[in-house]
């Protein structure tokens, strides 16, 4: 979704040098065909610590890996540079849930994004006072660090687009791009804040008009999020749009009419961005349902269209580990945690060699949950609040005092499904099942269809002493989605074993 226009101003001789020679190279803008400045060497390095020891972890004993990712987190809050080059994610997976408000997505595939930063950069040294190129480089920098796992690039973003505002104040394609920075970085309030002031500017904004529904959903903010939803669709409908207007309808409960705009969206796509994009979210809403063979029809699409689609490559695992081939699972998640360990495919990897239990499995999957903890340190040295991914990992597989304190914290920001699940879970696994009920009672009162929800609130009802409303639960998530987890479904089925 970058810019319409490009407004770029002509600067004088001597002011032009001087921009070119501070506000380019402090904003980020290198030759580098990685997209990567010159002077981020040391969260580059940082970056690669990371993932050399994704790499090593499969081949080193924990101990040893134990100490190198306590080493880098102690070296990145130590005071990191900042200056330099992120599913769900549901990042995230995040992440966030729904996509990212940046670029467009036929922009999204590693190869066309830095080609485009790389050329960006170029442009810049040679115009440095382009407004326009500045928040789109921003933009460009935010989606490198969402697709590649690679949250130090999140200041240079920040730089880029404060550039871009000095150049020309309230400028909606930057206030846009700080709301998609705002998000990525999980900082869901000032996402909205800078979303409005963005559609102040230009009401027909498609990053701001996706930017805001984002956040109103990562807030907990549903009905407002259904609101925000149909208006962009009557101001700015396309594939941007239909994703998130389809997610919140999923939220919802209303799993027919998600489908139903997805596969709209998916046949009014033409680009190979927006094919893989549409495609992806269309194999994981049938995942969510259990139905794995169309969602590894979805992913095969989405993969023919751009073979490098990170969702899509853990959306085929995920569904491989559910109709039973496991080692093909392994096999992808490996590859997908060798490019990116990210949180969310650390664990589930770390699940999967758990679930196999040949012998060195128990020390690989020890070692991928050692991984998490380097990366939220990664991501918190660039501002990425990591409360939730601290929560879920550490809940299963690391701290429980931690994963409870991380949770509190996120839920004292925002309300919503996932932050109420999570909040549920941590007090459950410190023992504390009455407090937590009523959470894991709320991640499931609107009606999304989780399963790893209902195992959650079955688990919790069982600890209570509901004995009939947790069969209930547990019979539910199994319904829906009997390989929803490679750990969480076997305990799933022990637990109502037990209750009958």
């Known amino acids: 979704m970058s810019p319409r226009r490009n407004d770029s101003a002509t600067p004088d001789t001597a002011e032009g040098a001087a921009v070119t020679e501070a506000g380019a190279t402090e904003a980020g803008a290198t030759d580098s065909t990685s997209g990567t400045a010159s002077t981020s060497a040391p969260d580059d390095e940082r970056v690669a610590a990371v993932r050399r020891l994704s790499a090593s972890g499969r081949r080193r004993r924990a101990a040893h890996l134990a100490f190198c990712a306590t080493a880098l987190a102690v070296a990145l809050t130590a005071g990191a540079v900042v200056l330099g080059a992120v599913r769900d994610g549901d990042g995230g997976t995040s992440t966030v849930a729904s996509a990212s408000g940046g670029?467009?997505?036929?922009?999204?595939?590693?190869g066309d994004l830095d080609a485009s930063v790389t050329s960006l950069q170029a442009h810049l040294k040679a115009q440095p006072r382009d407004f326009s190129g500045w928040a789109t480089l921003g933009l460009a920098y935010v989606e490198q660090a969402r697709t590649q796992g690679d949250p130090s690039r999140y200041p240079q973003a920040e730089q880029a687009l404060d550039r871009s505002l000095e150049l020309r104040?309230?400028?909606?394609p930057a206030l846009a791009g700080r709301a998609a920075l705002?998000?990525?970085?999980?900082?869901?309030?000032?996402?909205l804040k800078?979303?409005?002031q963005a559609l102040k500017r230009n009401p027909y904004s498609e990053r701001a008009l996706s930017s805001r529904v984002d956040a109103l959903v990562e807030l907990g903010r549903y009905d407002d999020a259904s609101k925000a939803a149909d208006i962009a669709d009557s101001r700015r409908p396309g594939v941007p749009?239909?994703?998130?207007?389809?997610?919140?309808?999923?939220?919802r409960g209303d799993v027919k009419t998600a489908r139903r705009v997805l596969q709209q969206a998916l046949s009014?796509?033409?680009?190979?961005?927006?094919v893989a994009y549409v495609a992806t979210a269309l194999g994981q809403l049938s995942w969510n349902q259990g139905e794995y063979d169309t969602a590894l029809t979805y992913y095969a699409r989405a993969l023919g269209a751009d073979d490098t689609c990170l969702p899509a490559l853990e959306g085929r695992a995920r569904a491989q580990a559910a109709q039973g081939d496991r080692d093909a699972a392994i096999r992808g998640m490996e590859q997908i945690v060798d490019r990116y360990p990210l949180p969310q495919s650390?664990?589930?990897?770390g699940e999967l060699y758990e679930a196999r239990g040949r012998k060195g499995d128990a020390q690989k999957a020890r070692d991928q949950y050692s991984l998490v903890d380097a990366w939220v340190a990664l991501a918190r040295a660039n501002g990425v609040n990591a409360d939730l991914d601290t929560a879920l990992a550490a809940a299963d597989h690391g701290d429980r005092e931690a994963a409870l304190k991380a949770a509190r914290a996120e839920w004292a920001r925002r309300h919503t499904v996932h932050t109420a699940d999570a909040l549920a879970w941590a007090l459950h696994v410190n023992g504390r099942d009455k407090e937590a009920l009523p959470y894991a009672r709320q991640a499931t009162a609107t009606g999304y269809r989780n399963?790893?929800?209902?195992?959650?609130?079955g688990m919790i009802e069982r600890a209570t002493g509901h004995e009939k409303q947790a069969r209930a639960s547990l019979t539910s998530a199994l319904d829906l989605n009997p390989g929803f987890s490679p750990l969480g479904a076997r305990e799933a089925r022990k637990a109502l074993e037990a209750t009958q």
């Not at 104040?169 to 909606?172: A, I, L, S, T, W």
């Not at 009014?268 to 927006?274: C, E, F, K, L, Q």
């Not at 650390?346 to 990897?349: M, N, S, T």
């Open 103 to 110: 670029l467009a997505p036929q922009s999204l595939a590693r």
């Open 169 to 172: 104040p309230g400028n909606d």
């Open 182 to 191: 705002a998000a990525a970085r999980h900082d869901f309030t000032g996402a």
């Open 194 to 196: 800078y979303a409005d």
């Open 241 to 251: 749009v239909f994703t998130r207007y389809a997610y919140v309808r999923e939220l």
């Open 268 to 274: 009014t796509a033409t680009s190979r961005g927006d």
């Open 346 to 349: 650390l664990v589930e990897l």
């Open 451 to 457: 399963a790893s929800f209902l195992y959650h609130r």
